[in-house]
């Protein structure tokens, strides 16, 4: 996914919360582990749980609690205003 870095600097996104906003996009509608998307744009625990939180504290994604048989890794989801602020910021990939 392509997102216009000049549309993003008007959102107050950082490249890191727009990147973990476009895995969740890409995902259409599925929940995404966040180690998977903590691991795709190379950001490290501790790091992208404050980046987790914001989105999430925006109202932007929603953490999904894991099920029994797998508790170690959270999920996320995009929000429908996450979705909506990304809209516009992505480009068509040629």
Request: glycine share 6%; with cysteine.
């Amino acid at each position: 996914m392509i997102v216009d870095v000049y549309a993003l600097s008007h959102t107050g996104l950082t490249c890191r919360q727009a990147a973990t906003l476009a895995a969740l996009i890409e995902a259409r509608g599925a929940p995404v582990k966040f180690r998977d998307i903590r691991e795709r744009i190379r950001c490290c625990p501790a790091s992208f749980r404050g980046v987790a939180d914001k989105l999430i504290g925006a109202g932007l994604a929603r953490e999904i609690p894991p099920s029994r048989d797998d508790r170690r890794s959270p999920y996320h989801a995009l929000t429908p205003a996450g979705e909506a602020l990304m809209e516009p910021l992505t480009l068509s990939q040629p």
